[in-house]
């Protein structure tokens, strides 16, 4: 029998590990002085929502002092509560987009 040192390695397969992205809240916030009808405009427009969720989405930050809008990465969270908050700004509205990260 011939010695052979050749020596055997296990193949083993290497799963890339992708880091899971930290997401974060978009947050529809309450004023006294955006109408409703302007919020469910720029959720429809902005996070391309329906009538309904819209409505539903206003109507709740509207009673309870803010609403969350979406859950997505920083960056899409960022732009679109800047998108918002512009489009409202342009037209003359107080209304604010927040975003914070998730537990
Ligand atoms: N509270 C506003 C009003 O009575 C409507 C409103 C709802 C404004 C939700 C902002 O995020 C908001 N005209």
């Given at each position: 029998m011939s010695n052979d040192d050749t020596t055997l390695t296990p193949k083993t397969a290497t799963k890339p590990k992708l880091e899971r992205p930290k997401l974060y809240k978009v947050l529809l916030v309450n004023d006294d002085y955006t109408p409703r009808e302007f919020v469910v405009l720029v959720l429809k427009a902005?996070?391309?929502?329906s009538a309904e969720t819209s409505q539903r989405v206003m109507m709740t930050a509207h009673k309870m002092g803010t609403c969350v809008v979406v859950i997505c990465t920083r960056d899409i969270a960022e732009t679109k509560a800047k998108e918002g908050t512009e489009l409202a700004k342009e037209a003359g509205f107080p209304l604010l987009f927040q975003t914070e990260p998730e537990e």
């Amino acid at each position: 029998m011939s010695n052979d040192d050749t020596t055997l390695t296990p193949k083993t397969a290497t799963k890339p590990k992708l880091e899971r992205p930290k997401l974060y809240k978009v947050l529809l916030v309450n004023d006294d002085y955006t109408p409703r009808e302007f919020v469910v405009l720029v959720l429809k427009a902005v996070f391309r929502m329906s009538a309904e969720t819209s409505q539903r989405v206003m109507m709740t930050a509207h009673k309870m002092g803010t609403c969350v809008v979406v859950i997505c990465t920083r960056d899409i969270a960022e732009t679109k509560a800047k998108e918002g908050t512009e489009l409202a700004k342009e037209a003359g509205f107080p209304l604010l987009f927040q975003t914070e990260p998730e537990e």
